[in-house]
């Protein structure tokens, strides 16, 4: 299976912008589905957005829809999150997720997920 490193998190003033990348290591990284998610302290891990293996299917929270883009690129094995308009209350753990599958679909809830980053922090400054 593969591993997850995550990059790119850090303090940014609200308004700005933010890339996070999630570098994947390990085989068949386009065998796997990929999310991130975020958990700021004293809730619960929840989706900010989902890709397919293909990358052709995507979904967002509707927290962040219209703000975030969700992007992969099979051949350098990467996941990426285009963050914009950034709000304190995006501030968070972002951790990015593999779920290996065998059809093209996205997916929501963390249990569904089997691999999972060490995270990085995203604080937002208002």
């Known amino acids: 299976q593969v591993q997850l490193v995550e990059s790119g998190g850090r303090l940014v003033q609200a308004g700005g912008s933010l890339r996070l990348s999630c570098a994947a290591s390990?085989?068949?990284?386009?065998?796997?589905?990929m999310g991130w998610f975020r958990q700021a302290p004293g809730k619960e891990r929840e989706i900010v957005a989902s890709i397919s293996w293909s990358g052709g299917n995507t979904g967002y929270a509707d927290s962040v829809k219209g703000r975030f883009t969700i992007s992969r690129d099979n051949a350098k094995n990467t996941v990426s999150l285009q963050m914009n308009s950034l709000k304190p209350e995006d501030t968070a753990i972002y951790y990015c997720a593999a779920k290996y599958v065998r059809w093209e679909a996205t997916y929501d809830a963390p249990k569904d997920y089997d691999v999972w980053g060490q995270g990085t922090q995203v604080t937002v400054s208002s």
């Open positions: 390990g085989r068949a990284f386009s065998s796997y589905a």
